[in-house]
Every structure is written in structure tokens, then in C-alpha cells.
């Protein structure tokens, strides 16, 4: 167990449905990533949040937002799906921002859009 | 970041040792390099990490070449449950980096009874 948890574990929708998915990182850490994995693309990072604040962007849609709380845990939302949405979504977290932290992944939330 | 290149599969046999091999010929001075591993419907799991020396703990060794342009990683034992796969990524630790990982294909390990 990392100590990051996310929910839900499964979540089926329709396409052009919205949805949003929870994450709370370990005790401790103040930074908060979020990755998508799909058969065809592999892991990509897609965003992460330092204490609150947007730190850094990758490969994440204009449909798709983020944040993180006050007491640090974070929501994706993911709006206007389409079938290509369909993947696995992971959150993971660390001490830090930097690339010296080791992160911590939760067992993410496997997302079906149909 | 710099890149990483890694076979894309290798077997090993329950209970001897197993070295995973990555090349980083471009590292950069302020890149540490780290190692992941994803089981089965899992998701990714940190492994170790290390700048110039070698390092141990629970896990695994890492071993890094002495111009830094190689790494290994060593399970001592494998056992069946060490069956993932295996990711060698660089991080660089100077001011402007975020701390994202950028995964590449990575090893897939398959450990033989």
C-alpha cells in the first residue's frame, strides 16, 4: 500500500459525459501528479500540483482540468469524453516538486467511456 | 529530459539473480536516474534512485557506470512476484525541473518458475 489513494476504483460513463476523479496523496506530501495510461500511448504525465499551485503541464487535453485543495488532495475533470478517453488514470504523490523525490502511485481509477 | 534505452524484454529464473540494463549516453550532470516498476494491474511502484554511486535497499541494487552513460539495476533473488515491468527514467534535479516522470517503454520482465 503507497498510501496514495483514488477514487473511484472503476467508473463507466457515456460519451460526452463529464466526470471527475479524487485523489489523496500520502501523509506528508505536498506535491500531487497525475498520469494517463492507455494501451496505445503508454504513461504520460499529464499535470502536477505543488502545495495548491499548478507546477507543470504535459500532454493534458483542453477538455480535461485540475486541482489541488487546501489540505492538498486533488480532483481531475475530465468533461466532453470521448471513446479515446478510455484509459487508466493515475495519481501519485511526493515530499516535494523536484526530481529528486522518489513518488508514490495510487492503484488508479480505470476510466470507460462509451 | 535525456533519454533512456532499454530492452524491451528479458527472462530470468525464479530465485537467481537478474541485472536490467539502461543506456543514458546524454545524461546530464544533474540528472539522478531513477527506477520504476509496474506489476500486473498495478500501478507504477518506485524502486530506487541514485546520482553517481551505487545504492541498495530493500529491493533492489543499482549499479551506475563510472562515465554515468550506463546503468543496471539487481534483483538479488527474482522472485515471481518481481514479474513486471521495469522503467529506467531520468530526472533532473536543476532548478527548472517540475519532477514529472517521463516513461519510456521500459523492460518487461517475465521470471520463469
Known amino acids: 500500500d503507497s498510501g496514495v489513494t483514488q ?16 485523489c489523496s496523496p500520502r501523509s506528508g506530501d505536498l506535491s500531487v501528479y497525475w498520469y494517463q495510461q492507455s494501451l496505445d500511448q503508454g504513461l504520460q504525465f499529464l499535470i502536477q500540483y505543488y502545495n495548491g499551485e499548478e507546477r ?16 492538498l488532495h486533488s480532483e481531475l475533470n475530465l468533461s466532453s469524453l470521448e471513446l479515446g478517453d478510455s484509459a487508466l488514470y493515475f495519481c501519485a504523490s511526493s515530499k516535494f516538486g523536484g526530481g529528486a ?7 488508479g481509477t480505470r476510466l470507460t467511456v462509451t | 529530459d535525456a533519454k ?4 524491451n524484454s528479458m527472462e530470468s529464473n525464479e530465485e537467481e539473480p537478474v541485472h536490467l540494463p539502461c543506456n543514458h549516453s546524454t545524461i546530464s550532470g544533474t540528472d539522478y536516474i531513477h527506477w520504476y516498476r509496474q506489476l ?3 500501478g507504477p511502484e518506485y ?6 554511486s551505487n545504492v541498495n535497499n530493500r529491493m533492489a541494487s543499482l549499479a551506475i557506470a563510472e562515465d554515468r552513460k550506463s546503468s543496471t539495476l539487481i534483483l538479488h533473488r527474482a522472485t515471481l512476484r518481481d514479474a513486471a515491468v521495469y522503467y529506467c527514467i531520468l530526472r533532473d534535479v536543476g532548478s527548472s525541473n517540475t519532477g514529472k516522470l517521463i516513461f519510456g517503454q521500459g523492460t518487461t520482465l517475465q521470471v520463469k518458475p
Open chain 1, 7 to 22: 477514487t473511484p476504483k472503476h467508473l463507466i460513463t457515456a460519451t460526452g459525459q463529464r466526470v471527475t476523479l479524487r
Open chain 1, 56 to 71: 507543470a503541464k504535459g500532454n493534458i487535453l483542453e477538455r480535461f482540468s485540475a486541482q489541488q485543495f487546501p489540505d
Open chain 1, 101 to 107: 523525490y522518489e513518488q508514490y502511485f495510487g492503484p
Open chain 2, 4 to 7: 533512456t534505452t532499454q530492452p
Open chain 2, 40 to 42: 500486473p494491474s498495478q
Open chain 2, 47 to 52: 524502486v530506487i534512485h541514485g546520482l553517481t
